[in-house]
């Protein structure tokens, strides 16, 4: 390889690509020189919407250039858009810590957001940097508020340091100047200002400051001449400026406020604070479109501006559209969180919205922020006192006073405060001064009418209400309080004389011929109040009480049209207004117009997503008209929500919940519902219906036979009779086949009419049909009780005892307190093979349900399976004659005395009992044992294998165990088991002596079979093993003397042969 050559190609690249980087470097050098150029001749011009792009297109090629990003805060300062200013200045700062034109203001953001601290430190470092600074004084002081003496004393040394310095800079009485002014000594203050003009007769900032100390003594000329000197030869954007226009837009000179301002926004349309003036303006105007319109142009400048959104939510208030308001006051509290404003402008909106809760938490939050805020306080007590909370609302009233003492409305709030705590005569105390101070406030007199009606003192109250009109005779609340009282009272005519005379005097007031209205309709004269409304109508077009009480006086006559054109015409006035599109919708139902109906109740929802009515009234018609029953049931379940106990709503979910088949939870709301609205046939229908698909007969019936007979023209009576015609089908009687089947052609899923059937075919042994049947309802209704219960009782006979528990425990689960529903549950428990479950619910149902003998009879069946025989025999005697002689039949043959001679025509007719399994497994297992031991040891396993707790087989079963030639592990505990229940039995016992002798416990043997060796009259087993126990305990003789005598009464087989060993081998090792 030629070495030289590859170096030299590798020189020549290199010195290509850094002659690439070179001219690439310098072509982007060059275009943000051209950009910088472009953007600093604009801005020297004043043209900053210009300047900003040339800024930031120079900042995308260099985000480092510190020149521009000055530039662009001092841009987003000047224009007031403060958040893109605050940033930049940041940036700026960093880049170039030496820049005091950035500093300064940043300096005066951070005193703009709050930040004293930091508006403080970076004053003083100004100072440090330029000593004769004129705006780092000025902020220092403003940022320190009244300071303690220490402070004020660093503060003052600072000041004078820096008036040595600058002796010609009048900054150092101006912030002199403010700080007396914080301290309360204004004639320093002054003298301080006068020494600033004097020094510079031109310094914008001393007249400025000159301005603000005069205005607290309410010199307003003095002020105005003031502020035009601070304004005099400033840039367009000053500050100053718009210092003397908000000045003449707060009432000193509005029209040379407005035209000072429309200059301003001609020379500089971008000036955020300008454009903020001349939205408040136009929100003063009642020029909300326009308002709108100037506070999207300060959004689109600055989108996060904190009075832009402020002025924003406002509008749409205005607008009826707080829904939209409140979401955006919730984002700008999250930004602003140290804004008292925010957190008010969004307390106002939760209070449009009747959000009671959440807009006193904002108004505390507000208070927190600032806690002189009156208005807040004030908003915030009207707020408790309008619900209820007297005592917070006293508490906030009273410190509203100390700083208001003598607002009238203040003390009238106060006292209706004082009312609602009961505190009457305190009340009447703060009224009495009122009336004394304002002779002329009919207010005043009709509050303390009210409060005297508080008291229950009519004559004091009618009084007041007078005295009020006295003071103004057309002050209306005080006359309809009149009137109310004289209607009250039947006192027609001194109501229309009041009425009259007043209309003589005042013919034009529509609100007055409304009153006679309401006179006419109490005298159910609804024409003459008709007449009296129309006259109203006349007067005021858009009168919307008078359309609305001439709606509710057509629906009285039946007229729906002309309620509803008087309805609409609310509506059209009032599109929001919620009544009204209430009432038109119910008739609009009453009409059959759905659609229309709908519609109307969707708007109300638009209004306002919580209104009840409308919530629960659209969810019955998209519930049985439109067939949308997921949306009905979410507006159900809404309305459910915000009233939980209201009987209405709970039966409009309810009857949803039916018609989507979950019948239990229907059952459960309807119920409710028809408890509080019993008179409701509609209601009563409903529950009937669910239970009729639960499979409740009795209670289906019952209500439906009331229905008819209290009203006979129900919409749902064709419905209703044929129901009760299905319900009153006789399923034991087999003939009903036919009329079965051919409701179910109609009605395939009609659960009464399919139970019915079932029952039918059980009847005819036809079980997989009757099983076909339970499953068709179970498989729309998995938890139909009746289905449920004869399924469960099918499987317990059809030898599927677990898969019949399974379903019985699934029925109590649904119904656990019912008794009725336990006795069937412990039948089928019984016959499932869990008895101890089957007793504590027969027990459970027994209890509940007193005198039932069928109910006896199964629990004293339930009770001899686990053991408890005595217990048995009580209820045995308390069930029906028929059970009763079956049972009895049973007892004497479980009775270990009496089993062996049984009557076996009459045990064969037991055994074959299909609603005794217990008595046929006995029987089988008697004559099992009478075969031989060993088939009897078989079937009394198998019996229980099936009825575990059965004493008697537990009896039987040890004794067999005990005489049998082999060792059985459960032997002994049958045996004591069963011994506990049979103590003097002597068949047991001997087996228990016999058992204690396998086992090896002899003593404990010998105990045993000493007793029965006793009690017993001679016995060849008793002796043998008698022997055998006293040979184990060493008395041979004895067992010598039992093993003889064994063999005499003769003993035989292998017992015999291994007696005869034994008393070989006892003669052998003993012979006597």
């Given at each position: 390889m030629n070495t030289t050559k590859t170096l030299n190609r590798w020189m020549i690249a290199l010195h290509l690509l850094v002659a690439v980087l070179l001219v690439g470097c310098s072509s982007k050098s060059s275009r943000v020189d051209q950009y910088i150029s472009k953007a600093d001749n604009r801005f020297s011009s004043g043209d900053y919407a210009s300047a900003e792009i040339e800024y930031l297109n120079a900042i995308k090629l260099d985000d480092e250039l510190h020149h521009a990003v000055a530039r662009l805060g001092v841009i987003y300062f000047d224009q007031g858009r403060l958040r893109q200013a605050a940033s930049h200045l940041r940036r700026a700062v960093q880049l170039d810590p030496d820049n005091l034109e950035v500093a300064y203001r940043l300096a005066l953001l951070y005193l703009a957001s709050g930040d004293a601290a930091a508006a403080k430190a970076s004053s003083l470092e100004i100072l440090e940097m330029d000593p004769q600074n004129r705006h780092a004084p000025i902020i220092l002081v403003t940022s320190l508020g009244i300071e303690h003496n220490q402070a004020s004393e660093q503060i003052q040394q600072t000041l004078e340091a820096f008036e040595a310095g600058a002796p010609d800079n009048p900054s150092y009485q101006v912030a002199q100047a403010i700080r007396f002014a914080r301290l309360e000594r204004m004639d320093e203050a002054k003298q301080a200002v006068q020494q600033a003009l004097e020094i510079?007769?031109?310094?914008?900032?001393?007249?400025?400051?000159?301005?603000?100390?005069?205005?607290?003594?309410?010199?307003?000329?003095?002020?105005?001449?003031?502020?035009?000197?601070?304004?005099?030869?400033?840039?367009?954007?000053?500050?100053?400026?718009?210092?003397?226009?908000?000045?003449?837009?707060?009432?000193?000179?509005?029209?040379?406020?407005?035209?000072?301002?429309?200059?301003?926004?001609?020379?500089?349309?971008?000036?955020?604070?300008?454009?903020?003036?001349?939205?408040?303006?136009?929100?003063?105007?009642?020029?909300?479109?326009?308002?709108?319109?100037?506070?999207?142009?300060?959004?689109?400048?600055?989108?996060?501006?904190?009075?832009?959104?402020?002025?924003?939510?406002?509008?749409?208030?205005?607008?009826?559209?707080?829904?939209?308001?409140?979401?955006?006051?919730?984002?700008?509290?999250?930004?602003?969180?140290?804004?008292?404003?925010?957190?008010?402008?969004?307390?106002?909106?939760?209070?449009?919205?009747?959000?009671?809760?959440?807009?006193?938490?904002?108004?505390?939050?507000?208070?927190?922020?600032?806690?002189?805020?009156?208005?807040?306080?004030?908003?915030?007590?009207?707020?408790?006192?309008?619900?209820?909370?007297?005592?917070?609302?006293t508490i906030n009233l009273k410190q509203l006073l100390k700083s208001n003492p003598d607002d009238p409305n203040i003390q009238m709030q106060l006292a209706s405060s004082l009312q609602g705590q009961g505190n009457i005569e305190a009340a009447l105390e703060l009224y009495q001064g009122l009336e004394a101070s304002d002779p002329t406030n009919a207010q005043v007199s009709y509050l303390k009418g009210n409060a005297y009606l508080q008291l229950n003192d009519i004559a004091n109250a009618v009084a007041a209400f007078k005295q009020s009109l006295q003071r103004d005779p057309d002050y209306m609340p005080a006359l309809e309080r009149l009137i109310y009282y004289y209607l009250s009272e039947k006192r027609f005519s001194d109501a229309a004389a009041q009425i009259d005379s007043r209309i003589h005097t005042s013919p034009e007031n529509p609100e007055l011929h409304m009153l006679q209205a309401i006179i006419r309709a109490a005298q159910d004269d609804n024409d003459s109040a008709k007449n009296a409304l129309f006259q109203a109508i006349e007067l005021k077009p858009d009168y919307r009480n008078a359309h609305f009480m001439l709606a509710q006086l057509y629906l009285k006559d039946d007229e729906l049209d002309k309620a509803c054109s008087h309805l609409e015409a609310i509506i059209t006035n009032h599109p929001r207004d919620i009544p009204a599109r209430t009432a038109i919708s119910q008739i609009y139902e009453k009409q059959?117009?759905?659609?229309?109906?709908?519609?109307?109740?969707?708007?109300?929802?638009?209004?306002?997503?919580?209104?009840?009515?409308?919530?629960?009234?659209?969810?019955?018609?998209?519930?049985?008209?439109?067939?949308?029953?997921?949306?009905?049931?979410?507006?159900?379940?809404?309305?459910?929500?915000?009233?939980?106990?209201?009987?209405?709503?709970?039966?409009?979910?309810?009857?949803?919940?039916?018609?989507?088949?979950?019948?239990?939870?229907?059952?459960?709301?309807?119920?409710?519902?028809?408890?509080?609205?019993?008179?409701?046939?509609?209601?009563?229908?409903?529950?009937?219906?669910?239970?009729?698909?639960?499979?409740?007969?009795?209670?289906?019936?019952?209500?439906?036979?009331?229905?008819?007979?209290?009203?006979?023209?129900?919409?749902?009576?064709?419905?209703?009779?044929?129901?009760?015609?299905?319900?009153?089908?006789?399923?034991?009687?087999?003939?009903?086949?036919?009329?079965?089947?051919?409701?179910?052609?109609?009605?395939?899923?009609?659960?009464?009419?399919?139970?019915?059937?079932?029952?039918?075919?059980?009847?005819?042994?036809?079980?997989?049909?009757?099983?076909?049947?339970?499953?068709?309802?179970?498989?729309?209704?998995?938890?139909?009780?009746?289905?449920?219960?004869?399924?469960?009782?099918?499987?317990?006979?059809?030898?599927?005892?677990?898969?019949?528990?399974?379903?019985?425990?699934?029925?109590?689960?649904?119904?656990?307190?019912?008794?009725?529903?336990?006795?069937?549950?412990?039948?089928?428990?019984?016959l499932g093979g869990d008895h101890l479950w089957s007793v504590s619910l027969l027990e459970e149902a027994v209890k509940s349900l007193h005198k039932d003998p069928e109910l006896n009879y199964y629990l004293a069946e339930a009770l001899f399976a686990v053991g408890r025989i005595t217990t048995a025999k009580t209820f045995l005697n308390q069930s029906d004659a028929e059970h009763a002689r079956e049972l009895s039949l049973f007892l004497a043959m479980v009775d270990p005395w009496t089993h062996q001679a049984i009557d076996f025509e009459a045990a064969h007719l037991l055994a074959h009992a299909s609603d005794n399994p217990l008595a046929s497994a006995w029987i089988t297992a008697l004559s099992a044992k009478a075969i031989s031991a060993s088939q009897g040891i078989t079937a009394f396993e198998q019996l229980l294998y099936r009825f575990s707790e059965f004493i008697p087989a537990k009896r039987d079963l040890a004794i067999l165990y005990a005489m049998s030639d082999q060792n059985h592990a459960d032997a002994y505990q049958l045996a004591r088991e069963a011994s506990r229940t049979l103590s003097n039995d002597s068949e047991l016992t001997l087996a228990l002596g016999i058992l204690e002798l396998k086992r090896g416990n002899f003593k404990r043997a010998v105990a045993l079979l000493a007793a029965e060796n006793a009690n017993t009259s001679s016995s060849a087993i008793i002796q043998f093993y008698w022997g055998m126990a006293r040979l184990h305990t060493g008395n041979s003789a004895e067992s010598l003397s039992s093993f003889k005598k064994a063999l005499e009464l003769g003993l035989s087989g292998a017992q015999a042969d291994e007696a005869q060993q034994a008393i070989h081998q006892i003669e052998v090792d003993a012979p006597f």
């Open positions: 510079d007769p031109h310094a914008a900032y001393a007249h400025s400051t000159f301005a603000k100390i005069y205005a607290a003594e309410g010199h307003d000329d003095t002020v105005e001449a003031a502020l035009s000197a601070a304004a005099k030869d400033t840039p367009v954007r000053s500050p100053f400026r718009l210092e003397l226009i908000q000045f003449y837009l707060q009432g000193y000179d509005i029209e040379k406020g407005r035209s000072h301002l429309t200059e301003m926004l001609e020379a500089a349309p971008n000036l955020v604070p300008a454009l903020v003036l001349l939205a408040r303006v136009e929100q003063a105007d009642n020029d909300v479109e326009g308002a709108l319109k100037t506070i999207h142009s300060i959004l689109y400048l600055d989108p996060t501006n904190h009075d832009g959104l402020i002025m924003k939510a406002a509008c749409l208030r205005r607008l009826d559209n707080a829904v939209e308001a409140a979401p955006l006051l919730s984002d700008l509290v999250k930004l602003y969180p140290n804004s008292h404003l925010a957190y008010f402008e969004l307390a106002q909106t939760h209070a449009v919205l009747n959000q009671s809760k959440q807009a006193s938490q904002s108004l505390l939050q507000a208070l927190h922020l600032k806690p002189d805020f009156h208005q807040a306080r004030a908003l915030l007590s009207l707020i408790q006192l309008n619900s209820g909370d007297y005592g917070r609302s059959l117009k759905w659609d229309r109906a709908r519609d109307h109740y969707e708007k109300i929802l638009q209004v306002n997503p919580n209104a009840v009515i409308a919530l629960n009234n659209l969810a019955y018609l998209y519930s049985t008209v439109f067939d949308d029953l997921d949306h009905a049931h979410a507006l159900a379940k809404k309305a459910r929500k915000i009233y939980p106990n209201h009987p209405l709503i709970a039966d409009t979910l309810g009857w949803i919940k039916h018609l989507q088949g979950d019948y239990n939870f229907a059952y459960l709301l309807l119920k409710e519902s028809s408890e509080q609205l019993s008179d409701q046939p509609e209601i009563r229908y409903h529950l009937g219906s669910t239970y009729y698909m639960l499979g409740d007969e009795v209670k289906a019936r019952q209500i439906f036979e009331t229905l008819l007979a209290s009203a006979p023209s129900f919409k749902q009576k064709a419905n209703i009779e044929q129901r009760l015609a299905t319900l009153n089908i006789d399923s034991a009687d087999q003939t009903n086949l036919t009329p079965l089947k051919q409701i179910l052609a109609k009605n395939p899923n009609d659960p009464v009419a399919l139970i019915k059937l079932a029952k039918i075919y059980e009847h005819m042994g036809n079980i997989d049909e009757a099983f076909a049947c339970y499953d068709l309802i179970l498989a729309s209704n998995a938890s139909h009780l009746a289905a449920l219960t004869g399924k469960a009782r099918l499987l317990s006979v059809s030898d599927e005892p677990a898969l019949a528990l399974k379903f019985a425990r699934k029925m109590y689960a649904l119904r656990p307190n019912d008794p009725a529903i336990a006795g069937e549950i412990g039948r089928i428990a019984f």
